[in-house]
């Protein structure tokens, strides 16, 4: 929820700000769903890794499964079969062996997780999401720092009580 709050609500408004070049965003969490495949498993079943992934792939398409014509319009049917969570991947079919289904969880370890596990962020022991402002070349430091102090007051009445916006660093 931080990450969309950052991406879509608060960025975007302060990129509007005159003088403001770009809002870098920092220590994000993206959702993704981690698949660690058992080498073993896959062996025992004669399934090879590109197998496996092939199946991933059909699973979670996006693609137009058929148009509605008529005399004025066409119309792009969608069928959205995009898998959410750990869960509906691990109920994925990524082969059949002998007759029955062999199923993701299977052959390999699924699990929600992040895009990237490996970088946090932090402010005052608390996990973070950073949004660095940074002004246009012929910009006034001072009036774009004003401009972004006078917008986080709105910015924090939109979010839940639970988040608090802090200002971490005026370089004004």
Not at 114 to 120: A, C, G, L, P, R
Request: charged share 20%.
């Amino acid at each position: 929820d931080l990450n969309d709050y950052a991406e879509h609500l608060i960025s975007p408004t302060l990129s509007t700000l005159e003088g403001v070049a770009q809002v870098n965003i920092y220590g994000q969490k993206r959702y993704a769903v981690r698949v660690r495949v058992l080498p073993q498993a896959l062996s025992a079943r004669n399934i090879g890794l590109d197998e496996l992934s092939a199946a991933l792939t059909a699973a979670n398409v996006n693609t137009p499964v058929g148009t509605l014509e008529g005399p004025a319009q066409t119309l792009t049917l969608q069928a959205n079969r995009q898998l959410r969570n750990a869960a509906e991947f691990a109920d994925l079919i990524v082969s059949t062996r002998g007759g029955n289904p062999v199923r993701l969880r299977d052959v390999a370890v699924v699990e929600d997780s992040f895009e990237t596990v490996k970088t946090f962020a932090s402010f005052n022991g608390e996990r973070s999401i950073t949004l660095a402002v940074l002004r246009q070349p012929d910009a006034n430091t001072v009036k774009v720092v004003d401009a972004v102090k006078a917008a986080m007051p709105n910015f924090q009445s939109q979010l839940p009580q639970s988040v608090r916006i802090s200002l971490v660093n005026d370089r004004s």
